[in-house]
């Protein structure tokens, strides 16, 4: 990582012999660790000169970045109002490696409220953000997350293939996921995938709460809310989705009680139907 960071504007070219004396590091080192980063498309070598420059992985990681940090500005707003009306904890998170990472996320003004760090990793099998996620994903998504193990947390937690796919098509059906003690008990959770201006599901929100608080019908009451939420935020990154409800303007507010905490930082959507029931 030092040698990456050696990468400036300024001084976009090293050489092995410079970059191991500005790190203080022996040659032969700095040699072998330039030609794995080559390898995997980090660096690029000049075959004339013998210097590196920054290759095409770290523009994609960058990329990453970028696309992350686009989501944030389309979702905050979004989710501010969503945590202060529910005065639940808010998440937004991301796919990763067969998990679901944190990425950001908007504090319960409560004492009793949920509260995990950025950038934790949580299963996709057991947690409604995860959930969201996993079923906007091809099917050979599903079954390599399947194929790996479903570890339990608790007797609640889905543990077998043929449970998961049925979680997995109902998610898709109605268009959000829940997570009633799936992954800890005393937690409830509804999440909701996020779709950009390809369809793609790589981001997904959650409300957790406790169970006591957040019960199943209070999630049912705040369905349209929500799901107004996740049309709100993708059509904001260019998704294009069924006609209603379009923001949440559309929606009466309620009125709010208290605050939210902020947290320091380092879907698809469908028509609500009138008795909906969350499972």
């Not at 080192?29 to 210097?51: C, I």
């Not at 992985?57 to 009306?85: C, D, K, T």
């Amino acid at each position: 990582m030092r040698l990456l960071k050696l990468f400036t504007p300024s001084q976009p070219r090293w050489s092995v012999t410079r970059a191991a004396a500005r790190l203080g590091f022996a040659k032969s080192s700095v040699s072998r660790m330039f030609a794995t980063m080559a390898a995997e498309g980090f660096v690029l070598k000049d075959p004339a000169t013998g210097l590196y420059s920054v290759g095409v992985g770290a523009y994609g990681l960058g990329l990453v970045y970028l696309v992350g940090l686009n989501v944030r500005q389309a979702a905050l707003p979004v989710l501010e109002e969503i945590a202060f009306s529910l005065r639940e904890t808010v998440y937004l998170g991301t796919l990763g490696d067969g998990v679901a990472v944190y990425v950001d996320k908007i504090l319960s003004p409560l004492a009793l409220r949920v509260d995990s760090h950025l950038g934790v990793s949580i299963p996709l099998h057991a947690t409604a953000l995860g959930k969201a996620l996993l079923a906007g994903q091809p099917d050979a998504y599903v079954q390599e997350v399947i194929s790996r193990g479903l570890p339990r947390f608790t007797g609640r937690t889905i543990t077998s293939g043929r449970a998961l796919w049925g979680e997995v098509a109902r998610v898709r059906a109605q268009g959000f996921a829940t997570d009633y003690e799936e992954f800890e008990e005393g937690l409830h959770c509804v999440g909701f995938p996020i779709r950009d201006a390809s369809g793609r599901v790589n981001f997904s929100f959650s409300v957790a709460g406790p169970s006591v608080r957040l019960t199943r019908d209070v999630i049912e009451r705040n369905l349209p809310r929500l799901r107004a939420a996740a049309r709100q935020i993708s059509e904001r990154l260019g998704a294009t989705l069924p006609e209603w409800p379009r923001t949440l303007e559309d929606l009466p507010h309620p009125a709010p009680r208290g605050g939210i905490a902020r947290a320091q930082s380092s879907g698809a959507t469908g028509r609500t139907r009138r008795g909906e029931r969350v499972r």
